[in-house]
């Protein structure tokens, strides 16, 4: 059985730092690619970043801003975020996929391809 589990969300001034994971457990993330998504309350899904072996993309909503990676001993893929401001404040979920070549072609607010997903971990970006 398949499951995606997202922390490292939290509460945190302009201009801080977090770094989100998304551990999965029954599946091996050789075999599958990463999206992260975030949700604001009142707004549509945005797609933030994905990860797929040697193939990453940013939003432009987070590009520069941003870095995502795998730490293959623990199968977890990190989101690292940098000088956080208050349009970042959303639920973020990670989802993982099967078509590896998914990220190749970016990410937006589209979920087609994404089979699992976590639970969703909160971040707040307080001015």
């Known amino acids: 059985q398949v499951r995606v589990v997202d922390s490292g969300g939290d509460f945190v001034h302009v201009g801080g730092s977090l770094t989100l994971s998304c551990t999965a457990y029954?599946?091996?993330?050789?075999?599958?690619?990463v999206g992260w998504f975030r949700q604001a309350p009142g707004k549509d899904q945005e797609g933030v970043s994905c990860w797929s072996g040697d193939t990453t993309y940013y939003a432009d909503i987070v590009q520069g801003r941003a870095s995502i990676s795998r730490d293959g001993a623990q199968n977890t893929v990190y989101l690292q975020l940098t000088n956080l401001q208050p349009q970042d404040t959303a639920m973020y979920r990670c989802a993982v996929t099967p078509l590896k070549r998914l990220c190749a072609g970016g990410i937006s607010k589209r979920t087609s391809g994404y089979k699992y997903w976590g639970q969703g971990t909160q971040v707040t970006v307080s001015s």
């Open positions: 029954g599946l091996n993330f050789d075999d599958y690619g």
